[in-house]
């Protein structure tokens, strides 16, 4: 947005427009940057919610908030990994996956896995 408004300032200063229109741009720019903060701040409130339902019941019910998820994704894995209680519940997850759900702001569910052994694992986003 910085550019842009540069690019405001610039146009002001060539006597492209005057500085009763680069006042109205710029307060438009500024609108929309805080709209676009308001749209993250309000999804990361969101909440991650893992599932995993094991058929020798060791089930697992993990809310987590979004904020929180967004800080400690990678490491938290490479920890569940190493212990050998939940790495093979956390072995087929994809990192990226979650990442990028994250950065698009998705919602609902976003990761279904079955075992051949019955075991699930479900990970949304609500």
Do not use: C, W
């Amino acid at each position: 947005m910085k550019e842009e408004i540069t690019k405001v300032l610039a146009l002001v200063q060539e006597g492209k427009i005057d500085a009763d229109k680069g006042s109205e741009l710029i307060e438009v720019l500024n609108q929309k940057e805080t709209d676009i903060q308001e749209k993250s701040s309000k999804y990361l409130d969101k909440t991650l919610k893992v599932r995993i339902v094991s058929t020798e019941n060791d089930n697992v019910t993990v809310n987590l908030p979004l904020k929180l998820v967004k800080v400690v994704l990678t490491a938290g894995h490479s920890i569940a990994a190493g212990i050998p209680q939940s790495e093979k519940y956390v072995k087929d997850i994809d990192i990226n996956l979650l990442t990028e759900a994250i950065e698009n702001e998705l919602e609902g569910q976003i990761i279904d896995i079955k075992s051949a052994n019955g075991d699930t694992v479900s990970v949304f986003i609500e």
